[in-house]
């Protein structure tokens, strides 16, 4: 059973995995440092907002499958599904995205390791060295979570640890070394710029959503479990403002555009040293682990409640004899990580936004069922219970409608077509055969 700051740290290293390293300097390039942090900030309001329904109804439901139990009881079996369909589409995607961002991680600390080219995608090599060492690392994650919970709380914490180190690291040099000339411009591509930051920020907050997924394998009453959710988004939101801040405090505009890793050649530059942009990338090494830890727990939850309802195969609600883990569906995600590094870095983008799609759509379904729970249980018990939820809950709605419009093909941030709309829409044909194919069995569950 995990306890309050294990809780905190598995939600937190969740939030924050290796995009905080690989990312920023494109976020800036194209946000410009005021776009980006508004970006967050923005993103961030929204998905505390979402925050605040997800606490109350983890308080009132602690139960395994999170989502899909809240959707399921306020808007019934066929909302219930899109929602968690959407959510584990959310979650694959970031563990298939981390088995190709450790192998780039490794790259940049060790070049001589592109060894043997494969073949290209869309010109990125894809050599012998960098599938190794996805499909290793994927088939160790895999094991961790295989073998138990308390196992992978215990590899959350201390590589959570590391990371925050890193990122002070990174924070103290942009205090004492950082130039302020460099945060201009703030926007040099207007809101088109920093919409293209925002597209991305739910993917880079979903995470939190791993505690309710997991309520019933913590030791926490009720109410502690949504104060610790709404901790680890404000905590995980204003990390990646600072470090935005301080990437590019540490790197002129010149610079950031030349950059291999901007947040690790920051940290160099802000040190005058080559070991403080090792140290950031053994940060973000970390982050890719615990990102992919945490989301290995919440997927293979999320096929479990699928499964206990009937709309997945038995197979992924059998719980392991002595391990106690929801197997099938860990192994599941672990082959899926083996076979993303053979497409190289070139879907690391797309995975984030399709990713991040999906996520709002979740975030959308969960928010409508707090409002209906409020009107149609007003009674039930709600041991972290948000003041004014009417107006939080329509907030939270009408934030997730605006997320969600600036994916689509008339805005300047929309999905790129065929890639990631092919993600996206080849998800929803999925999800679509197997509720044709499985939902009078789940009825009848």
């Known amino acids: ?137 994927a088939i160790v994650m895999t094991t961790v979570n295989y073998v138990g919970i308390r196992t992978a709380s215990i590899v959350q914490t201390v590589i959570t640890l590391v990371i925050l180190a890193a990122g002070l690291l990174l924070f103290a040099g942009a205090a004492i070394h950082g130039d302020a000339t460099n945060l201009v411009p703030a926007m040099p591509n207007g809101v088109g710029g920093m919409l293209v930051v925002l597209i991305m920020v739910p993917a880079m907050l979903v995470g939190f959503d791993v505690i309710p997924q997991s309520a019933e394998e913590i030791d926490l009453p009720p109410r502690r479990i949504g104060i610790l959710i709404m901790v680890s988004v404000a905590m995980a939101v204003a990390w990646y403002g600072l470090i935005s801040l301080s990437v590019a405090a540490g790197l002129d505009a010149d610079a950031r555009g030349s950059a291999q890793m901007a947040t690790a050649d920051a940290a160099s530059s802000l040190w005058q040293h080559s070991w403080a942009g090792t140290f950031l990338v053994l940060g973000g090494i970390g982050g890719i682990l615990t990102s992919w830890n945490a989301f290995i727990i919440g997927g293979s939850r999320v096929m479990l409640a699928l499964a206990e309802a009937g709309l997945l195969p038995d197979a992924f609600a ?128």
């Open 318 to 445: 059998r719980i392991h004899p002595r391990y106690k883990t929801p197997y099938v569906g860990i192994l599941a995600l672990g082959i899926a990580a083996c076979v993303s590094p053979l497409f190289g870095r070139t879907i690391l983008v797309w995975l984030i936004n399709a990713g991040s799609f999906a996520v709002v759509v979740a975030y959308l379904m969960v928010a409508i069922a707090f409002l209906a729970l409020r009107r149609n249980a007003p009674d039930m018990a709600r041991p972290f219970r948000v003041a004014r939820g009417e107006w939080v809950g329509g907030l939270a709605v009408a934030m997730s409608i605006g997320l969600l419009l600036v994916y689509l093909p008339f805005s300047p941030s929309a999905l790129l077509w065929p890639q990631e709309w092919l993600l996206v829409l080849g998800w929803a044909l999925l999800g679509g055969w197997v509720w044709t194919t499985r939902r009078a069995g789940a009825v009848n569950h």
């Open 1 to 137: 059973m995990l306890k309050g700051r294990e809780v905190l740290l598995l939600s937190f290293g969740a939030m924050i995995g290796w995009s905080w390293v690989l990312m920023t300097g494109y976020w800036i390039e194209n946000g410009g440092t005021a776009g980006t942090v508004f970006a967050f900030a923005i993103g961030g309001v929204a998905v505390l907002l979402i925050g605040l329904t997800y606490s109350e109804l983890a308080s009132a439901m602690p139960y395994a499958g999170g989502e899909h139990v809240y959707t399921h009881r306020a808007l019934g079996l066929g909302a219930s599904f899109v929602c968690t369909w959407a959510l584990l589409m959310a979650y694959a995607t970031v563990c298939v995205f981390e088995s190709v961002a450790l192998p780039t991680a490794l790259v940049y600390l060790f070049p001589d390791i592109r060894i043997g080219t494969l073949w290209h995608v869309l010109d990125e090599p894809v050599d012998t060295g960098f599938v190794l060492i996805g499909v290793g690392g």
